[in-house]
């Protein structure tokens, strides 16, 4: 678990308590629709439970009982017109629960956990994409977030038109962001490249477009590096 800049609800990194606390580690995939994220996220826990690790698979929105309930309401694409700091609120509300009843614990215990998606999607699809101020993502970072933040996170790039083909042939049901059009998607994922060149210390950009075999093994590697430094 990585330190934030801010103050924010827990012990601040350096002192004994966050360090005794905060033993696992923290791993989080991010991208755009039909990037692969979960695809990854499941072959690299299967990895590290194969090496004797205990994981913790988890995602946003949702990842605890109280999360998923908000979930099926955030992703209804019936939802009526509603503005973009209530969209960011649900998702803050979600992650507020996830953290303390889920992901907390589980690095508490010293535990790998390993998220599909987390703050980064705010920043991006209610950022960058949504018109939401920067500003007033920060601050619900700082009161919800605060220190919490992964360790390591994967960008799975890939163009919109490829990832939306593949979300689209999987047969799942359209959520109210899949079926925003591509102007939309391509926001998305300059949002993402920007935000990993700024945090580039815990970013690691992938092809999306590659083969699932050849990321799942890039990842291993950027894992096994970091896991063995700790
Ligand atoms: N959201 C979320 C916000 O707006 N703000 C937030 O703060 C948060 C947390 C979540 C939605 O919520 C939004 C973003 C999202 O729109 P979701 O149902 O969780 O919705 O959907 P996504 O996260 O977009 O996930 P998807 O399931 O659509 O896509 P993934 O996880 O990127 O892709 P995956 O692994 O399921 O793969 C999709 C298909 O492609 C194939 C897979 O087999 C699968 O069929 N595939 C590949 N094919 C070829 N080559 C590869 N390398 C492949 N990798 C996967």
Same mark, same amino acid.
């Given at each position: 678990?990585?330190?934030?800049?801010?103050?924010?609800?827990?012990?601040?990194?350096?002192?004994?308590?966050?360090?005794?606390?905060?033993?696992?580690?923290?791993?989080?995939?991010?991208?755009?629709?039909?990037?692969?994220?979960?695809?990854?996220?499941?072959?690299?826990?299967?990895?590290?439970?194969?090496?004797?690790?205990?994981?913790?698979?988890?995602?946003?929105?949702?990842?605890?009982?109280?999360?998923?309930?908000?979930?099926?309401?955030?992703?209804?694409?019936?939802?009526?017109? !509603? @503005?973009?700091?209530?969209?960011?609120? =649900?998702?803050? %509300? /979600? +992650?507020?629960?996830?953290?303390?009843? *889920?992901?907390?614990?589980?690095?508490?215990?010293?535990?790998?956990?390993?998220?599909?998606?987390?703050?980064?999607?705010?920043?991006?699809?209610?950022?960058?994409?949504?018109?939401?101020?920067?500003?007033?993502?920060?601050?619900?970072?700082?009161?919800?977030?605060?220190?919490?933040?992964?360790?390591?996170?994967?960008?799975?790039?890939?163009?919109?038109?490829?990832?939306?083909?593949?979300?689209?042939?999987?047969?799942?049901?359209?959520?109210?962001?899949?079926?925003?059009?591509?102007?939309? !998607? @391509?926001?998305?994922?300059?949002?993402? =490249?920007?935000? %990993? /060149? +700024?945090?580039?210390?815990?970013?690691? *950009?992938?092809?999306?477009?590659?083969?699932?075999?050849?990321?799942?093994?890039?990842?291993?590697?950027?894992?096994?590096?970091?896991?063995?430094?700790?």
């Amino acid at each position: 678990m990585r330190a934030a800049s801010g103050s924010g609800p827990f012990d601040s990194p350096g002192t004994a308590t966050y360090q005794h606390i905060m033993r696992g580690t923290f791993i989080t995939f991010e991208g755009g629709e039909g990037s692969g994220k979960s695809t990854q996220a499941r072959l690299l826990a299967d990895y590290l439970r194969a090496s004797g690790r205990t994981v913790i698979e988890t995602r946003e929105p949702g990842g605890s009982p109280f999360a998923e309930r908000l979930r099926g309401f955030i992703l209804d694409p019936d939802l009526p017109p !509603h @503005e973009p700091i209530s969209e960011a609120l =649900l998702f803050y %509300a /979600a +992650r507020a629960d996830h953290i303390a009843s *889920v992901i907390r614990p589980a690095l508490e215990r010293g535990s790998c956990v390993i998220c599909d998606r987390f703050s980064d999607s705010t920043r991006v699809y209610q950022g960058a994409a949504g018109h939401l101020e920067q500003t007033v993502i920060d601050q619900l970072e700082t009161l919800v977030v605060g220190m919490m933040q992964p360790d390591l996170t994967f960008l799975l790039d890939i163009a919109p038109e490829l990832g939306l083909a593949r979300a689209k042939a999987r047969g799942a049901g359209t959520d109210g962001y899949e079926a925003r059009g591509v102007a939309y !998607h @391509e926001r998305l994922r300059a949002g993402f =490249l920007d935000l %990993a /060149a +700024r945090h580039s210390e815990r970013f690691h *950009v992938l092809d999306g477009g590659d083969p699932k075999d050849a990321i799942a093994a890039r990842v291993r590697e950027t894992v096994a590096r970091r896991l063995g430094a700790a």
